[in-house]
């Protein structure tokens, strides 16, 4: 959803728990362009309903997932790992603690309908983002024809009412035979719910899916992602185990911090809580061993205001 290189956030894999912290400025090259904040129906678009709705394999009550894993570690398939954040309908706020509750079929394209397998909630966390891992559904006859894969959403903002959608994947070869993810206009309109996978160093295929919809949620105050003020250039091995190393850009003398996040948005780790100068910075951690491998999030905040975030991984 929104446009891809501007509103998507450069979510990128799991993190830290990182002691060990050494900043030294390193040479600052050309500044980015100031990236302003565009709302509009191409870059700001509300999420949909999908026309088949909620169709007849829903079951309440699905668990709460653990470390944002809805597929079980031996489950078969094709890995897949969705991330995002939460939007009001002006795209001016994220909205956290939003249920988001997910089920399809495996990869015969079957689905459990006696207990929860490949079912459950996630909900966004204070900075509105949420993220899990699958696998990629398989395909089943509807009819004479086979649906594509796709993904049933529930998700109900704090407050305001469910809207039951689904998402499906670009490139399927059954998206334009099919009643729903074939609509590209209306209430239906199925086209910014189809999203693109690339495949990441271990494997697994990953996408972006920004959730935009009614409801009340937390300010972003001026431009979007600020990268006037300060951005992540660069964090590598990602994902790492034993180290990994960050570089990071101030673009005005800045009270600067640098946290690493989980999945509930609790800080697991303080790296950079110091004033610095227009600069460019490198940070190396040395997570300590009680840190549980997952998925992380690297926050930047420029005299206490959000501008870049990025997705981690730590592995095993």
Request: hydrophobic share 35%.
């Amino acid at each position: 959803m929104k446009d891809s290189k501007n509103r998507r956030r450069f979510l990128k894999n799991v993190m830290l728990g990182a002691l060990s912290v050494v900043s030294v400025p390193i040479s600052l090259k050309s500044l980015p362009e100031k990236v302003s904040k565009n709302v509009n129906s191409e870059n700001c678009p509300p999420l949909t309903l999908d026309a088949y709705g909620q169709g007849p394999f829903y079951t309440a009550n699905a668990p709460n997932l653990q470390n944002g894993q809805l597929a079980d570690v031996n489950e078969l398939g094709q890995r897949i790992q969705i991330s995002g954040q939460v939007f009001n309908l002006e795209c001016s706020e994220i909205i956290p603690n939003t249920e988001i509750d997910i089920w399809h079929a495996d990869d015969s394209g079957v689905y459990d309908n006696v207990g929860y397998n490949l079912r459950g909630k996630v909900f966004s966390n204070n900075q509105g983002i949420y993220t899990f891992e699958t696998i990629k559904p398989g395909f089943y006859l509807n009819g004479s024809t086979y649906r594509p894969s796709h993904i049933h959403f529930k998700i109900t903002p704090p407050g305001f009412s469910s809207l039951i959608t689904q998402l499906y994947f670009a490139g399927d070869p059954y998206i334009t035979s099919d009643f729903a993810a074939s609509m590209n206009s209306g209430v239906y309109d199925a086209t910014h719910r189809i999203i693109p996978l690339s495949l990441n160093s271990l494997g697994i295929w990953e996408g972006t899916w920004d959730i935009i919809i009614d409801g009340n949620g937390i300010s972003l105050n001026t431009d979007y992602l600020h990268l006037d003020k300060g951005m992540i250039y660069n964090v590598s091995p990602n994902p790492f185990n034993e180290i990994i190393d960050i570089e990071y850009g101030v673009f005005m003398n800045s009270d600067v911090k640098l946290n690493v996040i989980d999945l509930s948005g609790n800080i697991i780790a303080e790296l950079s809580d110091i004033n610095q100068n227009m600069g460019k910075y490198s940070v190396s951690w040395k997570p300590e061993s009680y840190i549980a491998p997952g998925v992380y999030f690297l926050t930047l905040k420029i005299n206490d205001l959000q501008v870049h975030y990025i997705k981690i991984v730590k592995e095993i």
